[in-house]
């Protein structure tokens, strides 16, 4: 198993308030429908278990981008919305949080049943996967999310995370079934959490020896370093600032939302009517289900998609965010029967925005880009965990 990477993550209490979680409930639908009419079940299983992919989605849903709330909010929302669909779509999710991580082999069993794939290797993968993350790698975090992702060809993915109270930071561990040879020498996809310095992980590679020797062993213990072919971090603060985003990426986004007018595209007529600030979201989103794992490594950029719930880097546009769900919805509606005309010119959007990206050179003043958007979010029904926006204060009173 291939290791993809490794992310910190400030540890955030709170909860998700109902107006998102429902939204991110459909458009996590929404999304996973479209990789899987473009891609197949296998790529959905493969991309939740990217930590780069997974940091970026809960971006574009508005959690707030860095913190470890993205986990359990964005496995919440896909469970609650995939699994009545799961005979449909091939997709089941198991687990969560607390209480809930523990029902996960009684819910494997349950698919066993339906599925007729191996209901004794699915649990032994789900408590093995456990058991590495909270003992055989002690890196001081204590696990307190399990989830179960597989597919009805039984491909699976796990995203467990763990907290460490002293150091107020969480640690997020994926796997992934493709190429496991076993779950004892470096089987993670990615491990995320901050980095605490040295830690004792039995999985490595190196450790070899030292699995084979544990038991005769009473002076000595293995000190590896995790190794990480990536390495997201996130950092403290809340807001979002210019070195956490690709500056040149983004700023080609906002040049064709703002700056271009979809109809000066062939391929996107069939979007016209939508506004520039939805083709922004649009743009993010098109990117999150057809871009390439390189698209992934500033996970901060897509939160200029949909805001998040804190207000940073400002608040969750309403408006914006249903219009995002409609268009989705409706392609994916039309794709699965035959009409991918909507389908294509999402993904053709992406593309543009990739291609105006080559000689794009970036002069906007980020800060006046998010001062902009705080000061118009009212437009758009901008809202967060303390309330929705109101209008200035100084705009004329209207008479009637």
């Not at 971006?59 to 359990?72: E, K, L, Q, R």
């Not at 009473?218 to 603060?237: F, G, Y």
């Amino acid at each position: 198993m291939k290791r993809s990477g490794s992310a910190d993550l400030p540890l955030h209490y709170g909860h998700v308030p109902p107006w998102l979680a429902q939204r991110m409930a459909k458009i996590g639908l929404a999304i996973v429908e479209s990789i899987l009419l473009e891609y197949g079940k296998a790529e959905v299983i493969r991309r939740l278990s990217s930590p780069f992919w997974f940091q970026s989605l809960g971006a574009v849903m508005g959690m707030d981008w860095h913190s470890s709330g993205i986990t359990t909010s964005v496995m919440g929302a896909l469970k609650k919305s995939i699994n009545p669909l799961s005979k449909e779509l091939g997709i089941y999710i198991c687990g969560g949080k607390g209480k809930s991580s523990r029902e996960t082999p009684h819910e494997l069993f349950k698919i066993a049943d339906q599925t007729g794939l191996n209901g004794n290797e699915l649990v032994r993968a789900s408590k093995l996967s456990a058991k590495v993350d909270n003992t055989a790698i002690q890196d001081g975090f204590q696990l307190y999310l399990h989830s179960f992702i597989l597919s009805r060809d039984g491909d699976w993915a796990v995203v467990q995370q763990g907290m460490s109270d002293a150091s107020s930071t969480a640690r997020r561990y994926h796997w992934h079934s493709e190429n496991l040879k076993s779950f004892v020498e470096e089987p993670h996809t990615g491990i995320c959490g901050i980095n605490q310095g040295k830690i004792l992980n039995l999985t490595s590679n190196e450790a070899n020896i030292t699995r084979k020797t544990l038991m005769g062993m009473t002076e000595e213990s293995p000190d590896r370093m995790i190794s990480e072919i990536q390495r997201l971090v996130m950092p403290n603060h809340h807001e979002v600032k210019s070195k956490d985003v690709d500056l040149k990426r983004l700023g080609s986004i906002l040049w064709l939302a703002h700056e271009k007018q979809p109809a000066d595209f062939e391929s996107l007529l069939l979007l016209e009517g939508m506004g520039p600030r939805t083709l922004q979201s649009m743009a993010l989103v098109s990117e999150v289900i057809y871009g390439t794992p390189s698209r992934f490594s500033d996970p901060a950029r897509y939160s200029f998609a949909h805001g998040g719930k804190d207000g940073h880097p400002f608040p969750v546009p309403e408006q914006v965010y249903d219009e995002t769900i409609s268009i989705l919805q409706k392609a994916v509606a039309k794709a699965k029967i035959g009409e991918t005309d909507k389908q294509q010119a999402i993904k053709s959007l992406h593309q543009i925005a990739k291609n105006a990206e080559q000689d794009f050179i970036p002069n906007m003043d980020f800060e006046k880009v998010i001062e902009r958007e705080r000061a118009d979010s009212w437009k758009y029904g901008g809202r967060t965990i303390f309330g929705k926006e109101k209008p200035p204060r100084n705009e004329q009173l209207k008479l009637f």
